[in-house]
């Protein structure tokens, strides 16, 4: 079983900055991407970046510029800086990582519970 859990959300004014951790624990061998998606109000879910386990990132073109993923593989944990936030950036973020429990075996997707981040105008 694995589970990740997300941190760092909150409220903040338009401009300012948030940074979002996501640990993952449980029974890893491996991480191959791990991504943050957000989902609005009455909105669906949409991927906001993604880091292959090699560290490159993807980002969607609403955030390039202002969000910067990264992640320690030491520690199981990705992170979402985010700056210049403005309000349509609020949302609950989740984060998801794709698994390989044991060596050379199959990959699963695990999601967070969230974490809401709301930006005030």
């Known amino acids: 079983q694995v589970q990740l859990v997300e941190s760092g959300g909150g409220l903040v004014q338009a401009g300012g900055s948030l940074r979002l951790s996501c640990l993952a624990s449980?029974?890893?061998?491996?991480?191959?991407?791990m991504n943050w998606h957000r989902q609005a109000p009455g909105k669906q879910r949409e991927l906001v970046a993604t880091?292959?386990?090699?560290?490159?990132?993807n980002y969607a073109d609403s955030v390039k510029g202002r969000f910067t993923v990264s992640r320690d593989n030491a520690k199981n944990t990705v992170y979402l800086q985010m700056n210049s936030l403005k309000p349509e950036d609020t949302a609950v973020y989740y984060c998801?990582?794709?698994?390989?429990?044991?060596?050379?075996?199959?990959?699963?997707?695990?999601w967070g519970p969230g974490t809401q981040v709301t930006v005030s105008s």
């Open positions: 998801n990582a794709h698994v390989r429990p044991l060596p050379g075996g199959s990959v699963y997707s695990y």
């Open positions: 880091t292959a386990s090699s560290g490159m990132p």
């Open positions: 449980g029974n890893i061998f491996s991480i191959d991407a």
